[in-house]
């Protein structure tokens, strides 16, 4: 297990279609969460998981976005009828209790 | 929104010298982190420092921490062409027991090395 693993790297979708992003964590961390990221900004809190539990969503994540873990290992990030405005960077991180974070490399969506 | 500001936004030293970037946060924290980010790629953990510390060394890095002015400083000693990236502050200000359940993250600062 290297590291945080998302797919795909990159994605183009045309506005008003739904895509799915996946990211594998590192095996042992407990902790999985997503953040995105615009050009020139720093990431900005989406959710957060603790095993398989939600813990905490931020109001950035619309009810268009839904995300799930379930059997606390894998996550899935949907965006449901894509707008221009989410076109960002979208980061997965896990983490194992009070440690740093693991990032994974992201996942690039382009909204045409 | 974004608690902590970096100052400055963009930095361009020659190789060899020293950087230091500063950020400032908000609220009372847990602990504050120091990540690094190469163009397009995902952010790679530089060091931790808990509320209770001061100072930290990793390396070539040197990080402090002033809660009395919610504060910080990353210092990177001699700088080389490859440490070229945008470095972000991150707090994490919850309680011990959910230490982690969220980073806020500044802007960040483009740091740029010239060979």
């Known amino acids: 297990d290297t590291g945080v693993s998302q797919d795909p790297r990159h994605k183009i979708t045309k506005r008003g279609q739904n895509v799915t992003f996946r990211c594998d964590p590192i095996?042992?961390?407990?902790?999985l969460y997503w953040y995105r990221q615009t050009l020139g900004q720093g990431p900005e809190f989406l959710t957060y998981?603790?095993?398989?539990?939600?813990?905490?969503k931020s109001r950035l994540l619309s009810d268009r976005f839904s995300a799930e873990r379930p059997k606390g290992s894998f996550s899935t990030l949907e965006i449901q009828r894509t707008e221009q405005g989410d076109s960002a960077m979208y980061l997965c991180?896990?983490?194992?209790?009070?440690?740093?974070?693991?990032f994974g490399s992201g996942t690039r969506l382009t909204v045409v | 929104s974004q608690q902590g500001e970096e100052d400055p936004q963009a930095l361009s030293i020659q190789e060899g010298e020293n950087a230091t970037m500063n950020c400032s946060y908000k609220t009372s924290i847990n602990n504050l982190q120091w990540y690094r980010q190469n163009s397009g790629r995902g952010l790679v953990h530089l060091i931790l420092?808990?509320?209770?510390?001061r100072e930290k060394h990793s390396g070539r890095l040197r990080v402090t921490l002033d809660t009395s002015k919610k504060s910080s400083s990353l210092l990177i000693t001699a700088s080389r062409a490859a440490d070229t990236a945008s470095y972000f502050c991150a707090t994490d200000a919850g309680i011990q027991e959910t230490s982690g359940s969220r980073l806020t993250f500044g802007e960040g600062t483009q740091l740029t090395v010239n060979p």
């Open positions: 095996s042992e961390h407990n902790r």
């Open positions: 420092i808990r509320s209770n510390e």
């Open positions: 998981f603790q095993n398989e539990a939600q813990l905490e």
């Open positions: 991180a896990s983490s194992l209790r009070h440690e740093g974070y693991t």
